[in-house]
């Protein structure tokens, strides 16, 4: 009997694993979450007065430190705004004089869907979470996932009411990025490290980085210009390497993500 | 029987939905607890190899369905985990107090190990480091507290079966 179960576990994974996505496996799963999906947010729901009268009295232990450093923070950005609101209008104007074509950034051009997470991943080293949304609503396989913060991951997996996602941070996950003062231009990986960055390039601590949005003969990269990935942390650069070593720490608190938001163009829908 | 079954496949499909919804998010240096894995520890524990072959079987198509994770891996798992707890039950340990913690540890540390093997055989990144020094620690202390009270719920539920020896009196 254990024998014969084994033997099916093995047999559905070699199936499941070489099927496609809209293979029979595929389907029965897509199902069965569907029938689990009402359980999940149930429990959600039951436990979410819990967490949140935790996540108050956590918040207390460190709110004062927290408080001055906001402030802090607060003058600094209205300080900063006041310079971009200028450079925004002189910005708009220059491209009106020049008829600049722009390619398609966040969050202009694109809709969205907000999801709960339902599920969170299971082991240590997998960095999936599992949202209570899918086909049903428009997601399609590779739609970027983002919060009010920034970026989250991508969609890599889709049932017909919830979807898998990737989560920045999956080492899996590379997004093109650029740094948003000096215009260096690389790759994130896995939401630790901004490499491919030539030494000529020009990267800074507290640098921040968003999503390039590149598009070139045809191809385009699945994440719209201009979503903050995170701050640079450290830079390094040695004689043997040809790229620099930047660090980086991304804006997402992904141990706090509650609900997540999942872009796409509007022809998706 | 049938009762048995239905409260077994009741009680694991609990924990896997709380496992997957609220255990996961507890995040102490990667360490999380599994209450699935625990709760079938002492389903086996008390009911056998088979049962806690098919149990976990059972619990692991949840959980894979629920995640959307690769069909079949954590069925595997659960049901080696629950046939070897379920033979340890049935040849010495089911009445040794300490037989159920003793299964916690062993099984976490062979569950995360065997874990990280099929993970690695199917190509996900999957660090060593970060599952079994970081995250293994943490995860056997959870495991170990859940046990308690896990094991004294499931023996509630699931009666120890006649041994077949019977208190005789003689009398005169």
């Known amino acids: 009997m254990a024998g014969v179960l084994v033997l099916l576990s093995i047999a559905l994974i070699t199936i499941y694993f070489r099927e496609s996505s809209g293979g029979g496996l595929h389907q029965v799963q897509s199902a069965g979450a569907t029938v689990l999906r009402p359980f999940e947010i149930a429990a959600d729901r039951v436990s979410r007065p819990f967490r949140d009268a935790y996540g108050y009295f956590a918040g207390l232990v460190h709110a004062k430190s927290q408080n001055n450093r906001l402030r802090h923070e607060v003058e600094q950005l209205r300080q900063r705004e006041t310079l971009n609101l200028s450079a925004a209008s002189e910005n708009s104007d220059l491209r009106k004089k020049l008829h600049f074509i722009n390619s398609p950034s966040f969050p202009r051009g694109y809709g969205y869907v907000t999801a709960p997470i339902i599920a969170q991943p299971q082991a240590a080293y997998q960095q999936q979470v599992t949202i209570g949304a899918g086909s049903s609503s428009g997601i399609r396989q590779f739609d970027p996932v983002v919060t009010g913060e920034g970026l989250v991951g991508t969609v890599v997996r889709v049932a017909h009411n919830v979807s898998l996602v990737s989560l920045l941070t999956d080492d899996t996950t590379s997004v093109s990025a650029t740094d948003v003062k000096t215009g260096a231009q690389g790759v994130v990986k896995a939401g630790a490290s901004f490499d491919h960055v030539g030494k000529d390039q020009q990267v800074e601590q507290g640098d921040l980085l968003v999503t390039a949005g590149w598009k070139s003969a045809g191809l385009s990269s699945i994440y719209p210009r201009g979503i903050p990935i995170g701050q640079v942390t450290s830079v390094g650069q040695n004689e043997v390497d040809l790229y620099k070593h930047v660090q980086l720490q991304p804006f997402v608190n992904f141990k706090t993500l509650s609900s997540l938001v999942v872009l796409f163009p509007p022809k998706n829908r | ?172």
């Open chain 2, 1 to 172: 029987m049938i009762a048995d079954i239905a409260k077994g496949a009741g009680v694991l499909f609990v924990a896997a939905i709380l496992q997957v919804t609220l255990l996961s998010q507890i995040d102490v240096f990667y360490g999380a607890p599994d209450l699935v894995l625990v709760t079938l520890v002492a389903v086996a524990l008390l009911r056998g190899t088979i049962f806690g072959a098919a149990a976990g079987f059972g619990a692991g198509l949840v959980v894979d369905t629920a995640t959307l994770q690769t069909l079949g891996v954590t069925s595997l798992l659960l049901t080696i985990s629950g046939y070897w707890i379920g033979r340890y039950g049935e040849t010495t340990g089911r009445d040794r107090t300490h037989a159920p913690f003793l299964s916690v540890a062993v099984v976490t540390l062979l569950y995360s190990f065997g874990a990280l093997v099929l993970h690695y055989m199917l190509g996900d990144p999957a660090s060593a480091s970060r599952v079994l020094l970081d995250a293994f620690p943490f995860e056997l202390i959870f495991n170990l507290i859940l046990t308690l009270p896990v094991y004294a719920l499931c023996r509630r539920l699931f009666r120890p079966p006649p041994s077949g020896l019977e208190e005789v009196q003689l009398l005169g």
